[in-house]
């Protein structure tokens, strides 16, 4: 027990300020918008839809210390009924567009989508085939778009930020 | 033993790794499988192809890798209106699944029970076979969903968890079909498939000289295997000799992508044991490897580093104190939350005899690469078939034999100071020199064979050219293919809620299976 407390206290905190264009960040004024416009935290649920699984680690990394996605008031939830925003990698596989449509569906009005990934935004290098449709707009409306293959957590970060910024205009 | 035309009629076959070929015909291609399971071979892949533009048959292949050497045995089969061939199941169970695949991609089958389609969801209509030559792999059928009867188990108070495809966190898509009586698994089904994006097709029609960005993205997290498979594959054919520290350079990559993994998989396992101070800390030693990456290699995942002849882009020069720090600071702090998961009470009490596969039950279905190794299955491509550099680096091989997820966390923290020394020795003996050449365009009709050890085990590239620098046929194969059934094994009389635990100490690749 020693160790793991000498080690929490060696390390501190790592959180690095939230990626943001224009103005200086901090997590407390976005968890201040973040209440203003839900009221809460901002719920996301990410789909994989036929990815590689490097967009799947990267959106990981969001809750590494060094990004601390929870830090700014937004956490990853299970269940799509829980969603706010639906974060959705990969071409869309043939396999995957039903239960992609589905978990769409099942999420509450309003909800955003961002397309996560060269693949997400347009195919990437597996473009349209007997097996793929393809970016995830040519199966579910697409809000934003993450470009990158795959894009780092900084850039993953910075589209859900703007999308949220965005909200009350794109929802 | 072995049948005798296997001795006299293989033709070595231009790989990374000792290799042989041999072509058979019907009944010889069930005794080979037989003769090499009697050798201890085990199956490292299958696939199929369709030449009948060329020679009017299709063709199956088996790759086997022996003790010393690996074999591609190959048959033609002349019938191409109900094209079939002998099932190698019963020798290899792993194979079972692939020809479940190599039915629903080409259409040539086995007389095996089991006809359900494995890849096809019904994305794509039963009389079309995506792989055949007349078929355009670019037409999109709407979905129509057909029915996968799962095996049902009856009994008092049995009862059945549908999971998936998509899963509660930020994972791969697959379907888990539990049987269960209260808490304790009976029966586990997998059904996966999910994420088949045509990649065997898509390979088709790309130039031999890109083959590897499609290949580094069969499964992204084994990007530099995979690419590094392809191009090994590539440069055999054309007998081209990529310059040493263009070698050493790939192998620091791979090197790289274990300890990423490991690390990775490492925190995740500690936070599905309810200790996220581990998911904390691996995730940030994660975070500071892949940020180096970014400074040495030009990116955190290094899809597209390994180029045909040699890597994208030199180490530069004031990286090299930089990757020393950054080893040296590894092993400390590794080595430190070891000991803090070796003597936690509460996460031992998790890991031990949880999804316990034992030695001979992964000896007998073929278990492969990291399971393996933890299940007392002695296998390590870069031990047992070193090719360059690891034939003069001396990768130790690291087992564990419990079997159980605390094996294979340990066969994990193993491996990383195992990697942190090969990664300091390539470091060292980094010569000066050009980390690329030009591979010439290869003659067509060749095969071609590229085999790396990747941080879950084999990844395997069958390459096969084509004219004028194009690609025939190329099949990528992960060795999730041969590790999934075995997750149905060792969750058996374990409690459902520890199946993510079970899971993710096999971390196995959706993507890289769906293909």
Redesign the interface.
């Known amino acids: 027990m020693f160790d793991v407390l000498s080690r929490m206290l060696r390390t501190g905190i790592l959180t690095e300020p939230l990626p943001t264009p224009a103005k200086p960040p901090h997590a407390e004024t976005l968890q201040n918008n973040l209440w203003k416009i839900l009221g809460r935290a901002l719920c996301i649920r990410h789909v994989d839809a036929g990815s590689c699984n490097g967009c799947e680690l990267e959106i990981q990394a969001l809750n590494n210390p060094y990004y601390n996605l929870e830090g700014a008031g937004i956490k990853f939830v299970a269940s799509p009924r829980h969603a706010d925003l639906l974060l959705v990698t990969g071409p869309v596989s043939v396999n995957m567009e039903e239960a992609l449509k589905r978990t769409y569906n099942a999420i509450p009005e309003p909800k955003l989508v961002i397309a996560v990934g060269d693949c997400g935004a347009c195919g990437g290098v597996f473009g349209q085939s007997y097996a793929s449709r393809g970016g995830i707009a040519s199966v579910i409306p697409v809000h934003r778009t993450i470009s990158g293959c795959p894009p780092d957590p900084a850039a993953i970060l910075l589209g859900i930020l703007e999308a949220v910024r965005n909200m009350r205009s794109e929802v | 033993m072995w049948p005798e035309f296997m001795e006299h009629r293989r033709t070595r076959l231009p790989s990374n790794i000792e290799s042989h070929r041999l072509c058979v015909d019907r009944e010889q291609w069930l005794q080979a499988a037989e003769g090499l399971h009697e050798s201890g071979a085990r199956l490292l892949t299958l696939w199929g192809a369709d030449d009948r533009d060329r020679d009017r048959c299709f063709r199956i292949y088996a790759a086997y890798l022996l003790p010393k050497s690996m074999m591609v045995v190959e048959h033609a089969i002349a019938d191409t209106t109900i094209p079939t061939y002998p099932s190698i199941a019963s020798a290899f169970p792993a194979a079972l699944r692939m020809q479940r695949a190599v039915y629903d991609l080409l259409g040539i089958s086995t007389e095996e029970a089991d006809t359900r389609a494995w ?1 096809r ?1 019904g ?2 209509p039963e009389t ?1 076979f ?1 792989l055949r030559r007349d ?1 355009d ?5 709407p ?1 129509i ?1 057909e029915p996968y009867p799962f095996l049902a188990v009856e009994g008092d108070g049995v009862h059945e968890i549908a999971v998936g ?2 899963h ?6 697959g379907h888990f079909r539990f049987s269960v009586v209260g808490e304790k698994v009976l029966r586990l089904e997998e059904r996966l ?7 065997a ?2 390979f088709e029609n790309l130039p031999q000289q890109e083959g590897q ?2 290949a580094a ?5 084994s ?1 530099v295997a995979f690419s590094w498979a392809y191009c090994a594959a590539l440069e055999s054919t054309t007998s081209t000799t990529c310059p040493a520290k263009a070698i050493k350079l790939r192998a620091l990559a791979l090197e790289h992508e274990r300890l990423a993994n490991h690390l ?1 998989d490492l925190g995740a396992l500690g936070n599905d044991a309810g200790f996220a ?1 581990g ?3 691996f ?2 030693l ?2 500071d490897l ?1 940020r180096t990456n ?1 400074q040495v290699f030009g990116a ?2 290094l ?1 597209d580093y390994i180029v045909s002849g040699g890597v994208a882009i030199d180490l530069p020069d004031r990286c090299r104190g930089l990757l020393s720090r950054q080893y040296l600071n590894l092993e400390q702090e590794v080595t ?2 070891r ?2 998961y070796d003597e936690h009470a509460g996460v031992q009490d998790r890991f031990r005899d949880a999804g316990r596969l034992d030695h001979d039950l992964a000896q007998r279905l073929g278990a492969i690469g990291l399971t393996g190794r933890a299940s007392g299955v002695a296998c390590d491509l870069r031990v047992d078939h070193p090719w360059r550099p690891y034939d003069s680096s001396q990768p130790k091989l690291v087992m564990q034999t419990s079997g159980d997820v605390a094996a294979r966390v340990q066969v994990r923290f193993d491996e990383i100071f195992e990697s942190l020394r090969l990664c300091r020795v390539f470091l060292e003996d980094l010569s000066s020199g050009s980390v690329q050449i030009v591979v010439p365009l290869a003659e067509p009709n060749r095969l071609g064979i590229g085999l790396i050890e990747g941080w879950r085990g084999p990844v395997m590239i069958a390459l096969e050219t084509g004219t004028n620098g194009s690609i025939r046929r190329c099949h990528a194969h992960d060795s999730s293919w041969q590790n999934w059934p075995l997750i149905e094994y060792a969750i058996l009389g374990n409690i459902v809620p520890d199946f993510p635990l079970i899971n993710k100490s096999f971390n196995l ?3 890289g299976q ?1 293909g």
Do not use: C, N
């Open positions: 890849l969801h994305g794509w079309v995506p078929v792999g670019k037409q999109q059928y979905v969903a495809p998509v509660a966190g930020t994972i791969e898509p498939g999910y994420t088949h994006k045509g990649v097709k898509l960005r499609l993205r069969v499964s992204g997290d990007a990775g101070f998911l904390t800390h995730s940030r994660k975070e892949l970014a955190r995942y899809m430190g939350l000991a803090i690749s959706y993507s769906d």
